[in-house]
C-alpha cells in the first residue's frame, strides 16, 4: 500500500515535502516513483529511487530542484520539492511496479496528493 501526504497550496518560489508512506513490501529492495499529473494533460514522471542502490533520477523539468528520499526504517519515501513553479501544480503520486530498478511503471499507486503553486 502506498499513501502520499504533505501537498497543499504554495508560492512561486516555495517549498513542499512530500511523503509516501508504504507498507506491505520491503521498501529496501523496491524502486519508487513519484509522478504528477495535472488537468487536462498526461502523466508525467517525475522522480525514482532505486532499489537496487538507492540511487535516484529526476525529469529534466524538475532537476535541481527536487529531490526524492527515504526512511527504510520509517517506510517512507519523500519527495522534497523547492522553488516551486506555477507549472509544477498538480496531482502527485508514489507509485511502484514490485521491481528494484529505474524507472518504474505506476502499476501499483497511492491515491495522490494536490500540489497547486499560485500566487
Known amino acids: 500500500q502506498l499513501v502520499e501526504s504533505g501537498g497543499g497550496l504554495v508560492q512561486p518560489g516555495g517549498s513542499l515535502r512530500l511523503s509516501c508512506a508504504t507498507s506491505?513490501?520491503?521498501?529496501?529492495?523496491?524502486?519508487i516513483g513519484w509522478f504528477r499529473q495535472a488537468p487536462g494533460k498526461g502523466r508525467e514522471r517525475v522522480s525514482c529511487?532505486?532499489?537496487?542502490?538507492?540511487?535516484?533520477r529526476y525529469a529534466d523539468s524538475v532537476k535541481g530542484r527536487f529531490t526524492t528520499s527515504r526512511d527504510i526504517p520509517k517506510n517512507v519515501v519523500y519527495l522534497q520539492m523547492n522553488d516551486l513553479k506555477p507549472e509544477d501544480t498538480g496531482t502527485y503520486y508514489c507509485?511502484?511496479?514490485?521491481?528494484?530498478?529505474?524507472?518504474?511503471?505506476?502499476?501499483?499507486r497511492g491515491p495522490g496528493t494536490q500540489v497547486t503553486v499560485s500566487s
Open positions: 529511487l532505486s532499489g537496487d542502490d538507492g540511487s535516484t
Open positions: 507509485a511502484r511496479d514490485r521491481g528494484r530498478s529505474c524507472p518504474v511503471e505506476d502499476d501499483i
Open positions: 506491505g513490501f520491503r521498501l529496501r529492495y523496491s524502486a
